[in-house]
Each structure stands twice: as C-alpha cells, then as structure tokens.
C-alpha cells in the first residue's frame, strides 16, 4: 500500500461542497469514482479542507493509499479525460506513508471575488454588489483582523471544532480588472469564516459598519453580530502550503 498526493483544480458550480454526502453529487465522490475505475480498486480520498457547496478551489491538494502500482504521468491523463470538465488534474505524487493533506498543511489561502457591474463572462465566479465601496476603509478594517486570534463571531454555529483560534498572515483587498478580491491567509479556516468576514467588511465599505464597530463584532464572540455571509460563487481556495520536507525527508 502506497500514499499519493493528488493536486487538483474544480468549478464548484455543480457540486454540494468537496465532502461526500449521500444522493448529492461532491468532488469527493466524483474523484472517488473515477480513481476506482481506473486503478479497479477502493479508493478513498481525504481532501485538504471542506469546500462548502458552489465554491471553488484553484489549488486543491488530496491524499490517497492504493495497493497497485501505476505510472503517476499516465493516471493524470486518463483522469483528465474520464472527469467532468469542471475538475482538472494537475498532478499526482508519490508522498510518505504518513503525510496528510489536511493536518500536514500549514497555510490555506483563499479569495473573495465581488463587483459592481455585471459581468457576463465570469457568471458564478463571482458575487454582484450594488454599491461602490470604500477599499480604503476596507482595507484599514481588513488590517484589524490581523490584530485578533479568535474568531468565533465568523464561524458557523454548531460545528464539532475544539478551537475558533485562527492565526492570519494576511488579508486585504485589491481591485483586479472589473473586480475587487479579497485574500486572506491563515493557519487554517472555521466553517463557513471568510464569506462571513467579508460580507463584514463590505458592510464597513458601504458605510454600515465603523472600525470601532468591527473591534466590538470580533470581541463580543457572538456569530448573530457579524455581517451577512456572502454567496459561495465568489469563493476560491486560492492556495494550500506544505513543509515539503515533511512530504519528502530526502529532500
């Protein structure tokens, strides 16, 4: 029995989330059952993270064991072909018998896409806002966060985490094009924490919301005094960061 990494990509449109969930279609399963097919045996796959449903993911890392061996260059290609064309696969690599994509992470970065204007070709990879925000003052409140480790009032209720600590390293916005992008780089992510985040920096670029007010979100521990969670179509996973030496010793 062999461990593999599997580096993959996904428009999240057509899909309840990465994680499999009975009668709905998911990454997982999608992935799941094309590697069975192709190597005809059970492949099970743990994900790097949970994409919620419709979100997307440019940089996406999975691990699998298989006990047959198999041309790493030559199972990308069939997956390629045997896939949907909303899933891509960058590569697959042979790794330690202990790695693991999500607990041997040590950084996921992920972007918010908005936009005051229609914008016909990037339809579901974005979120259309009907203002035109303040990015200064967006930015000044997006270094705030910076400034705080926990981060409950952003997180989904009733979710089996034993922590809301959070350690970020980076967040601001910049306008690309037609669009405004929000990043934001962290240790790891609670369910459901950046659209909240971002829709609670919107609400301080339209002028809802002062920096003073944003402290008082943050401190008060209370998801009910965040701002609106933004739709998933606007999400990316944009990033995910390993100890390379961790995955290969000989390096």
């Known amino acids: 029995m062999s461990r593999y990494f599997i580096h993959l990509a996904y428009n999240g449109a057509n ?18 059952e094309a590697l069975s097919t192709l190597l005809r ?13 419709g979100v997307h993911a440019s940089d996406f890392y999975a691990h699998f064991d298989a006990e047959c061996q198999f041309d790493a260059e030559q199972l990308t ?26 607990f041997d992470a040590t950084a996921r970065t992920y972007q918010y896409h908005v936009s005051d204007r229609r914008l016909p070709f990037n339809q579901g990879l974005y979120s259309r806002i009907y203002f035109s925000p303040n990015v200064e003052a967006m930015n000044e409140a997006a270094a705030v966060l910076m400034e705080y480790e926990d981060f409950t009032s952003f997180a989904k209720l009733h979710t089996q985490v034993k922590t809301n600590i959070c350690h970020l390293t980076e967040a601001h916005w910049n306008r690309v094009g037609e669009e405004l992008v929000f990043t934001i780089r962290s240790n790891r992510f609670l369910r459901n924490m950046v659209r ?3 829709g609670t920096l ?9 920096i003073k007010g ?6 008060q521990k209370d998801r009910c005094a965040a701002g609106v969670s933004m739709p998933p179509q606007g999400l990316f996973l944009t990033k995910v960061e390993y100890d390379l030496e961790k995955l290969y010793p000989t390096i």
Not at 41 to 53: F, P
Not at 77 to 102: C, E, G, T, W, Y
């Open 77 to 102: 290609f069939k997956l390629n072909s045997f896939l949907p064309q909303d899933i891509a696969i960058f590569r697959i690599f042979r790794v330690v018998d202990n790695a693991h994509a999500r």
């Open 15 to 32: 899909y309840c989330g990465w994680q499999f969930q009975p009668d709905l279609p998911t990454v997982q399963q999608t992935l799941e």
């Open 41 to 53: 045996e059970k492949i099970n796959i743990v994900g790097c993270g949970r994409t919620d449903t």
């Open 214 to 219: 944003l402290r008082s979100i943050i401190e």
């Open 196 to 198: 909240s985040v971002t």
């Open 202 to 210: 919107l609400d301080v670029g339209r002028g809802k919301l002062t």
